[in-house]
């Protein structure tokens, strides 16, 4: 399926699905950061189909972008995105972040809904009731990427945020900014993944595009923002 936004054609796997994200990243804005880089570097984990490529480059032209997308289905996808609206600096890896480099089991939709966007490494990750299958991924350290000046590291890995964050922790101070998706699976802890960060970070935790001063639920799903402190 093909459509557009703005300048961008695009194609998407699952039309409700592609509403969604396209809610989530170009009307709210989910992903919006500051740098007064001309060329930023921005490090996108899970970049699915590319929406969030596209919205870096809407907002950064001239960003250099590395993207991770473990998904045999939607890497085509992610690549006839970038393709067809023709962006430059772009690496893309057909890997999964995790905190080794080598093979891994991941779940994926064995819908006939093609809602890929929910790949993850724990089972029933995102509501408990849609149908999966197990395949084999490559997965690759995240530490190797950023032991450099990073302007923004976007992480929607699908409960997999505490683990990796913990595995770059000595890498922080190269960070400038961290956006990621908090997944309220039974080896997450919404308490640690906050103290691991705020030491470095100033932190902004929205639920539904509304921002959360206190009282954090840890059992939804949270977008948090994470600023490296002046």
Partial sequence: ?????????????????????????????????????????????????????????????????????PNPVAIPVLNENIFNNNLDNIKVHESAIWVEDGIKKMYIDNTKEDRYSVSSFTRNSWNGTVKSKLISVKTERLDKYVNREVDLLKLDIEGAEQRVLKSIKRYFPNIKNIIFEYHPTQNQNLKKIIELLETHYDLSIYRDAKEIKQNFPANKLLLIKATYKK
Avoid: W
């Avoid at 950061?33 to 984990?45: A, H």
């Fill in 1 to 69: 399926m093909q459509t557009k936004l703005a300048k961008y054609t695009i194609n998407f796997l699952n039309e409700q699905e592609y509403h969604l994200l396209k809610n989530e990243i170009f009307t709210n804005d989910c992903y919006y950061f500051e740098t007064d880089k001309e060329q930023p570097l921005i490090i996108d984990v899970g970049a699915y189909i590319g929406l969030s490529v596209l919205y870096f480059k809407r907002e950064y032209p001239n960003a250099k972008i590395i993207a991770f997308e």
